[in-house]
């Protein structure tokens, strides 16, 4: 086990019903309030209508940034930060998604700094403080309810970058704002959550026990419970299993002492800068592939994923096949609850891989199961296509 | 599964080395800090000595509290307050293992307590402000270092309390500063933190697939590593994965939407509030007769248990066999380990009964699983003899 240094300040009101406690909550900050949200799906089952009763019922100022985009992007934070300072804002409360919620990050650090927002992003400027942030879930998918990670795409740059901002101060978890998700968006939030522990699970790292099973333990239970929300859409115990799952696999603790590996997402965001597919699809295609290409870099952390995770039966088998076997289950599994399995399925060719794989190594070689060079992300982008 | 809340801010630095990055964290508080400790271990193996060293060198005023007890004493608690209030202190620093932890909060909310600090853990009052607590852990057992508990006893009137006091502001988890620890204390760190597992483990609540996961994969990582530090005390990545187990199995976690049940560890301190035993070698004694008498209340949970984390093969086998063979499991392995199994092995008899299933029940019936009335904590406890 690695050393490591872990805190996780979010407090999280995780049920049916814990936006009763919305107001409270925000009267700890203030009562000058910046709603962000997205695209208005929170406006057609009635949460934005509930979320602005309650603020205007406990005497809270409301303002509001709308249609923060799937992938956000910097203008849009950047209109939220003007409001911020121009309105004196107490606090930044996201109703969303993974997207809101980062971008209402990039608001609420924004807020506090004079330079140009993007400096987090583009790693000249570390964070240091940040307007409260509250968050009211609506899809299970990226963790960022309990985390400090922001992601933000530059579109006139078509860059996609990840910052570490804030931790929300709350995060209300509450399965029921999760039933009218629409099939598509469930899958891919499932693919996040599985690519996140995967991130965290393949490994060089020795002796960690605990960390490894725990990764093992969101796996199953998202495997076991994906198929119920897919057929029962508004099934309460598996939303909250698969809502649980997905705040757990990415709130730090599965990379406590362990050497985490992130390129497969470095690789996903190089491709939705440029086609702005779905963060999600693209993982569920790159990373059976990632996986095809790096095996042999610990094939002993493959095998037990096979068997542990998948329940292959290694007797008879070669470690080459059983860790195959492995791989395989994964993109079956994938493809079983919906999402793609390759490039082409967003009609996307070869044209731009040099590009991507660039992108992707921006900053160099990416990646620690195997240290990809800009080569090695185009094998792996040729062999998703 | 349960609503819940939680919210854990406390930040742990692990690993070796990890106290060069004590003085800087001091420093965020202040510089007149007591140190807390107990029987003075730590001066034998030059942790005393390493800590005074980078405090004095830090221009910290370092002032005393020693020969805290292994069931810490409200009387020392008082003294440490007293000093607190005296000295305007800054921040109270733990160094020693969970009795130490407990004591040293019970003084950070007392000093900023005007009435008597035993009105919490009397349940009175509520702890509401605290001084800032560090925590240098030097036994892995008791998982103090990462949640608000305290457990106080009163010697005078023989009672033996827990409080939710403060949280630690940091923890530093050293795994080499349990290299020292006696076999007994080994073992008895070990069962104390597996005795948690099964508090929140052994449950009526339904649809908690990954909290349960988690808590068999602390009891297996536990079980796995127990016979490696016995024969090893020096083994530093068997000592890691047992610190860090203790610190999982009590940090809010696996309690999180699920309803759990601490009767024996109430009975268990109404033992040792009237024998000083320790409360793990009590624990290991009562947990296995607790869940003889309880196991039919939800023997599926049992057989779970039995097959997921003992490996029992239930083929051929009732259900009733098999639940009986987790349990059986359970205690083989405390005696293989060299934790108690009977209170006969603490020359205690039938003589305080009674008395001691009055002090469990003083609040009322204990427990979930079952509901324990005063006369069924006096049956576990004749079991137990």
Not at 13 to 30: C, M, N, S, T, W
Not at 269 to 275: F, L, M
Not at 307 to 318: A, F, I, K, L
Request: proline residues 4%; contains cysteine; glycine residues 8%.
């Amino acid at each position: 086990m690695n050393n490591f240094e872990f805190r996780n300040p979010t407090e999280i009101l995780f049920g049916k019903g814990q936006i009763e406690k919305l107001a409270d909550k925000v009267h700890e900050y203030g009562t000058k309030v910046l709603l962000v949200y997205g695209g208005g799906s929170i406006k057609s089952f009635g949460l934005y209508d509930d979320v602005i009763q309650r603020l205007q019922g406990a005497d809270c100022q409301v303002f509001e940034l709308a249609g923060v985009e799937p992938n956000p992007r910097l203008t849009t934070v950047q209109k939220g930060i003007d409001l911020c300072k121009q309105e004196s804002i107490d606090l930044v409360l996201a109703v969303g998604g993974g997207s809101v919620v980062d971008a209402a990050k990039g608001v609420a650090v924004g807020a506090k700094y004079d330079g140009d927002v993007w400096d987090f992003y583009d790693r000249k400027a570390v964070a240091e403080a940040a307007l409260p942030l509250g968050v009211i879930l609506t899809l299970a998918a990226t963790g960022s309810e309990m985390n400090r990670g922001s992601v933000v795409t530059h579109w006139e740059k078509q860059e996609k970058r990840g910052a570490g901002t804030t931790f929300p101060a709350f995060s209300i978890l509450d399965p029921t704002n999760t039933f009218s998700v629409p099939e598509d968006q469930t899958v891919y939030g499932m693919v996040d959550m599985m690519s996140h522990v995967f991130e965290q699970y393949f490994s060089h790292t020795e002796n960690i026990p605990l960390q490894s099973r725990y990764a093992e333990s969101i796996l199953k239970t998202v495997i076991d419970n994906a198929p119920v929300v897919l057929e029962q859409p508004k099934n309460y115990e598996a939303r909250a299993n698969i809502m649980y799952c997905g705040t757990m696999a990415l709130n730090g603790q599965l990379a406590q002492g362990v050497e985490t590996d992130w390129a497969s997402h470095g690789i996903e965001h190089a491709v939705s800068a440029i086609y702005d597919i779905p963060h999600a699809g693209g993982l569920a295609i790159i990373f059976p592939n990632w996986m095809k290409y790096v095996y042999k870099e610990n094939i002993d952390r493959f095998i037990r994923f096979a068997t542990e995770v998948w329940g292959v039966d290694p007797s008879g088998q070669s470690d080459e096949e059983v860790a195959l076997a492995g791989i395989q289950a994964t993109r079956e599994f994938f493809n079983k609850i919906g999402a793609p399995v390759r490039l082409a399925d967003y009609d996307i060719d070869d044209q731009h891989i040099e590009d991507m794989a660039q992108k992707a190594t921006h900053f160099g070689p990416i990646g620690s199961f195997k240290k990809l060079e800009k080569e090695d992300v185009a094998e792996i982008l040729r062999m998703s296509l």
